[in-house]
């Protein structure tokens, strides 16, 4: 057997003793995109630029809270974290210049966590590039080394920022994405990648733009990972693994036209610029922009405005060099557009020269696809962090994570097919997370219609609850099975999946009923057991999220943890703490949980989804929930003997079933160890039937954290187990004539 804490056995996880493990996480924490000194959520603008002078220690939260944060999620049954770092917290002063406080800092928290057993691994999170244009990851050095100009985004719209937007209160949900379609990103994203082919004059320090960037992506990234080593108490336990960078991201690589939307850019809203508007705006040009916005059918068309810079560019006009010790070749010059520097249209006329300038590769003349894109520019990216962890950590796990929703790298049974990569996509529903509403009537396989496997759109369009979630699994597992077609065979683990808290405007902030949450919540859930994903980390945890600014991010608000809401109880599953039941009041509420018969049309169906918008008052706090907790903290396969062949936790009836084969009776000291929360299954009041073996339920403590868990020896071949809860209506005690109608009102609508 392994000595290794997780080992990779093709398709699964194994512990030391052969059991195969399921990776039950959770993102910790999105408050690590931000500095904590100052203390500067997006909607903070003071001081904004002065990014080289900035701290990350104390994110996500201090050594002292550590323990409180840590003990929190293992209480509530999570045994893995992806633990989430960015780029300008180890590089924030400059090229090469490291915070060896903040990496003490880290260092220090992560052997809190090791306390508690968590297997964790590093992410290098990005979102659209930096927190300076509209995101999280690089510092800010690295847009001046791009030749671009923040402070001048904002008036030529080359990323929407919340930081400098007129009213933070009013920046528009989810806008911070479509940045990915903007200047800044466009740009930054085509010359990480490929500088070398399509911006060759881009030369600083006697490398390429892209040599440069990554160069130092990579060093900062490998300076970390050796200080974790030379800690010499941190790596397998707890730390198994690194991801790859979060969300990349191909910007202008691949487009066939710059003069048109790309007709798979299926993210519009707010003003909708063309690649060549952009290009255009960004040189102080000015451009009537079409805007959208965002209905129940997903992106329409609102209006048009015309954006104006006054003359204004985002490139620099003055170059950073004795800030930062570097030297531009001459060839690049300042303050014009790189691409009109490269023949790509002329300033002197305004004239688009070379629409198709991003269209082939210019090495052999091939056309680039997004697919293309993967399979060599960001591939050969990979090999070289990929090869720089191994030199330091042999034997680490490798979560892969290729460009969100587009069709991963061909390694199968090439030398890139390492026994030790994950395959590790993240999946959203987009109709809950862009419309702020869990719509039980209808819902779309996304991920089919980017495949292609409906002749016509709107054969993807699923109808009822159930169809819902049964479309949520065959997503998730259609995703998993292309993993393996082009990965190999390797373990799936979904490291972002999860819901917005704030729907219906707020709704649940002001009457603590998380009805609509709990529903979407378990849904992702109940597609992530049906898939059979490896696991998963969800999004996310954030130790500082409120009900006013939420996640303290750009708007979002998917934290499961938030100060304005009920602590969750220790022990059994409370009434009078329960949110569970169907509401019939609640905004999310549809015809399809009712007696009468749903009729569906292209007319109505349109019509079932309102647009919410952001609201700017929390509402009352004196009626808090539980945040979905319900849905969050669920019963699973901590470690099985054997392999497992299904599992899944019916919240309505407070079900849980799990499915295996063992290759040989289960001995004494190594059981099939189910996670059982106390919270929905007190042990006075649960029944428990196997297929044969037998079981018992004890309390664990690990740092003073209890966990209710079930220990299962069975034997040799196909075994089931299935436990069942405690279910009833908030406020009705159990056993009541009150529960049992409830009861028998669930099995009709489920």
Not at 182 to 196: D, E, P, S, Y
Not at 685 to 703: A, D, F, H, P, Y
């Amino acid at each position: 057997m392994s000595p290794l804490r997780l080992r990779i056995d093709g398709s699964t996880f194994r512990d030391p003793h052969g059991r195969e493990i399921t990776l039950h996480g959770i993102n910790c924490a999105a408050d690590a995109k931000f500095p904590a000194t100052p203390d500067q959520p997006t909607h903070v603008g003071e001081n904004f630029f002065d990014g080289d002078n900035v701290s990350f220690v104390n994110r996500p939260f201090s050594v002292d809270d550590a323990a409180t944060h840590f003990a929190r999620l293992k209480g509530w049954g999570y045994n893995t974290l992806r633990y989430i770092f960015t780029w300008e917290a180890i590089e924030h002063a400059g090229p090469g210049k490291y915070d060896e406080e903040w990496i003490q800092h880290t260092i220090s928290v992560l052997r809190v966590a090791k306390r508690f057993g968590f297997y964790i691994f590093m992410d290098p999170h990005q979102d659209v590039w930096s927190r300076f244009s509209g995101g999280s990851g690089a510092p800010l050095w690295t847009l001046y080394a791009c030749g671009l100009d923040p402070k001048l985004f904002s008036v030529t719209e080359a990323a929407i920022v919340q930081n400098v937007y007129p009213e933070p209160q009013r920046y528009p949900k989810m806008i911070w994405a479509t940045n990915y379609h903007r200047l800044a990103c466009q740009v930054i994203f085509t010359l990480f990648f490929a500088g070398k082919d399509f911006a060759p004059k881009a030369i600083i320090d006697g490398m390429n733009i892209q040599e440069y960037l990554q160069k130092h992506y990579i060093a900062a990234c490998e300076h970390l990972a050796k200080r974790i080593h030379e800690a010499g108490d941190l790596w397998h336990d707890p730390i198994i693994g690194w991801e790859s960078l979060n969300e990349p991201n191909r910007g202008l690589i691949g487009a066939q036209d710059l003069s048109v939307i790309p007709e798979e850019q299926n993210l519009k809203k707010g003003t909708t610029p063309t690649a060549w508007q952009a290009i255009q705006i960004g040189s102080g040009r000015s451009c009537e922009l079409p805007t959208y916005d965002m209905g129940g059918m997903g992106p329409y068309k609102s209006g048009s405005t015309l954006v104006d810079p006054d003359g204004k560019r985002a490139w620099l006009v003055v170059d950073q060099d004795s800030r930062y010790g570097w030297t531009r070749d001459p060839g690049w010059k300042l303050g014009e557009c790189l691409w009109a520097q490269h023949g790509v249209w002329d300033p002197k006329t305004d004239t688009l020269l070379k629409k198709d300038y991003f269209a082939k590769d210019p090495n052999n003349g091939e056309t680039i696809d997004y697919e293309y894109f993967t399979n060599h520019w960001w591939l050969a990216h990979y090999r070289t962090y990929s090869a720089m962890i191994k030199s330091i950590f042999p034997d680490s796990l490798m979560f892969v994570q290729p460009p969100v929703l587009e069709i991963p790298p061909t390694i199968k049974n090439t030398p890139d097919d390492d026994p030790n990569i994950i395959f590790s996509p993240h999946f959203y529903d987009g109709i809950t997370l862009m419309t702020k509403k869990w719509n039980r009537l209808w819902n779309v396989d996304v991920f089919g219609v980017l495949r292609h496997k409906y002749w016509t759109p709107a054969f993807a369009v699923k109808i009822g609850e159930t169809a819902i979630r049964n479309c949520f699994a065959d997503q998730l597992r259609a995703m998993r099975e292309e993993g393996t077609d082009k990965l190999g065979v390797h373990p799936c683990v979904f490291t972002e999946i999860g819901i917005p808290y704030d729907m219906d405007d707020k709704y649940a902030y002001r009457t603590g009923n998380y009805s609509s949450q709990i529903s979407a919540l378990d849904a992702n859930h109940f597609g992530l057991e049906k898939s059979l994903a490896n696991g998963f980390t969800l999004w996310t945890y954030v130790a500082t999220n409120n009900h006013y600014w939420g996640d303290n991010w750009n708007g979002e608000d998917l934290s499961i943890y938030s100060l304005d809401d009920k602590a969750v109880p220790a022990g059994a599953f409370s009434e009078t703490d329960s949110r569970a039941s169907l509401d019939t009041t609640s905004p999310s509420f549809s015809k399809s949980q009712s007696a009468e018969d749903v009729s569906i049309d292209p007319e109505n169906l349109k019509k079932t989804l309102a647009v919410e918008t952001m609201s700017t008052t929390s509402g009352s706090t004196d009626v808090r929930g539980l945040r979905a907790a319900e849905a969050f903290i669920r019963p699973y396969p901590v470690a099985t003997h054997g392999d497992i062949t299904s599992y899944g936790f019916d919240l309505q009836n407070c079900t849980f079933k799990l499915a295996l084969t063992a290759p040989g009776p289960t001995s004494e000291d190594e059981p099939t160890v189910i996670f059982l929360p106390e919270f929905h299954f007190p042990s006075s009041r649960s029944s428990v039937e196997v297929s044969g073996g037998k079981w018992t339920i004890i309390v664990k403590e690990m740092e003073g954290v209890p966990q209710q868990i079930l220990h299962w020896w069975h034997a040799v071949g196909e075994q089931t187990i299935t436990v069942k809860g405690v279910v009833r209506k908030q406020g009705a005690p159990v056993g009541s004539k009150e529960d049992e109608s409830y009861l028998g009102y669930l099995q009709q609508c489920w």
